[in-house]
């Protein structure tokens, strides 16, 4: 799905490099997780792989598909910001050409933010708007969804409501999921595939593999 050859970047476009010759192959019908410490270019691999930044050397290649993409938790909307949930997504629909609302409907049904729809983005928990937000992504019918950073300020149970329906997502529907995380645990357990970036350099392994490496180091 995701193949990346000799990628290399800094902000100074010089030396030192905060991802150095990284070489990965993200299988299709994966749910791999970009995990590391705060400061370790997570965001900064997502954005190369979004197109928001251009590497030094190397290249990228996407399996031609469609893409939907959940940034860090939007903090505009407050409680007085006057849209609710289905205006929201009315608005992407017709941003990316969809007509109707059954769509809509469907998809805040399958997030269990139905009853939601006509309640403002802002008054929603963060939990319930990164649910909003997926749903937003999910429109276009992606068949890769990149998330970046999903569980960051909110409660452990949305937590764990949110990453089995990533999983639910990867094993129903077959979407190729690629989530930057600082919450390893969560990616751990819920991740098909783990990507660890760290000390300018990155892997990709499967998680059996991953607790094997981790096992290793610790002795």
Do not use: W
Request: overall charge negative; charged content about 20%; hydrophobic content about 35%.
């Amino acid at each position: 799905m995701i193949q990346i050859n000799d990628l290399t970047f800094s902000y100074s476009g010089g030396m030192p490099y905060i991802l150095n010759n990284i070489n990965l192959n993200i299988p299709k019908g994966s749910f791999t997780s970009i995990i590391g410490e705060n400061g370790s270019a997570k965001t900064t691999l997502l954005k190369l792989l979004l197109g928001i930044l251009t590497p030094l050397k190397g290249d990228i290649t996407i399996e031609k598909c469609s893409i939907g993409y959940v940034a860090q938790k939007v903090d505009g909307f407050n409680s007085s910001f006057p849209i609710t949930v289905y205006e929201l997504l009315k608005v992407h629909c017709r941003t990316i050409g969809i007509k109707g609302s059954n769509s809509i409907d469907s998809i805040l049904d399958y997030v269990n933010m139905k009853d939601f729809k006509n309640s403002l983005v802002g008054s929603l928990s963060g939990g319930q708007q990164q649910r909003v937000f997926i749903a937003k992504a999910l429109l276009g019918e992606p068949e890769l969804l990149m998330l970046d950073e999903l569980s960051s300020g909110v409660d452990e149970k949305n937590q764990i409501e949110l990453y089995a329906l990533l999983q639910r997502l990867n094993r129903e529907k077959g979407l190729t999921i690629l989530s930057v995380d600082h919450n390893i645990t969560r990616a751990l357990e819920y991740s098909t595939h783990v990507i660890d970036v760290r000390d300018f350099n990155a892997s990709l392994y499967e998680l059996n593999e991953y607790e094997t490496q981790r096992e290793r180091e610790v002795l």
